[in-house]
């Protein structure tokens, strides 16, 4: 069963660039069926979708954050890495990996989560 | 990008009830349309794709329909742990939350 884990720093400082990293066990990330991305959920709030990627490196982001993410795959260490540039307090939040299978264009499966602060 | 707004804010029901959850995009999503389950301190949980279509190991009692702009989760019989915050997300442009649902026990 495919496994997602995400990690990083728990605290950025404003206008540094976040970074984070999902680790994915149980299966490969580089296959043909599914996108892998990231969504987030600000502390009492609802989900928001930040971008995906397919095996071969197309991605597609969220058009209110496009200028500032980047979200690569690592298929020799089957991991997902975001990376989130010039964060501010509205960048505060729960982060999530998740995989999107072709067949059912819905997460599926997600990682636990891993909250993310932006303070001085 | 499509706007997906569900109603009502806050579903208040007892146990046993029938609950019916809307979600409204602001063009036609086709069948692009899934609803999510998320419970406090966990991740959210796949329930229905494509409109209708259960997820791995969701009861039956989850429902999906409906078809272009308007859809629609139903839970034909309300268990205690069926009480949660519920998402509908469309992937027919790019990809879009709506706010969220909260079925609270009432």
């Known amino acids: 069963q495919l496994q997602l884990q995400e990690s990083g720093p728990g605290l950025v400082k404003p206008s540094e660039t976040l970074s984070l990293t999902c680790t994915v066990s149980?299966?490969?990330?580089?296959?043909?069926?599914?996108?892998c991305g990231w969504i987030r959920q600000p502390p009492g709030k609802g989900l928001e979708w930040i971008g995906i990627i397919y095996y071969n490196g197309n991605t597609y982001y969220n058009p209110s954050l496009k200028s500032r993410v980047t979200i690569s795959v690592d298929t020799s260490k089957n991991q997902l890495s975001l990376r989130l540039s010039s964060v501010t307090a509205a960048d505060t939040a729960v982060y999530y990996c998740?995989?999107?299978?072709?067949?059912?264009?819905?997460?599926?499966?997600w990682g636990q989560g891993t909250m993310v602060t932006v303070s001085s | 990008e499509i706007v997906l707004t569900q109603s009502p804010a806050t579903l208040s029901l007892s146990p046993g009830e029938r609950a019916t959850l809307s979600c409204r995009a602001s063009?036609?999503?086709?069948?692009?349309l899934a609803w999510y389950q998320q419970k406090p301190g966990q991740a959210p949980r796949l329930l229905i794709y494509h409109i209708s279509k259960r997820a791995t190991g969701i009861p039956a009692r989850f429902s999906g329909s409906g078809s272009g702009t308007d859809f629609t989760l139903t839970i034909s019989s309300l268990e205690p742990e069926d009480f949660a915050v519920y998402y509908c997300?469309?992937?027919?442009?790019?990809?879009?939350f709506g706010q969220g649902t909260r079925l609270e026990i009432k």
């Open positions: 063009q036609s999503v086709s069948s692009y």
């Open positions: 997300q469309q992937r027919n442009t790019l990809i879009t």
């Open positions: 149980g299966g490969s990330i580089g296959s043909s069926s599914y996108y």
């Open positions: 998740a995989r999107l299978p072709i067949a059912c264009d819905a997460f599926d499966i």
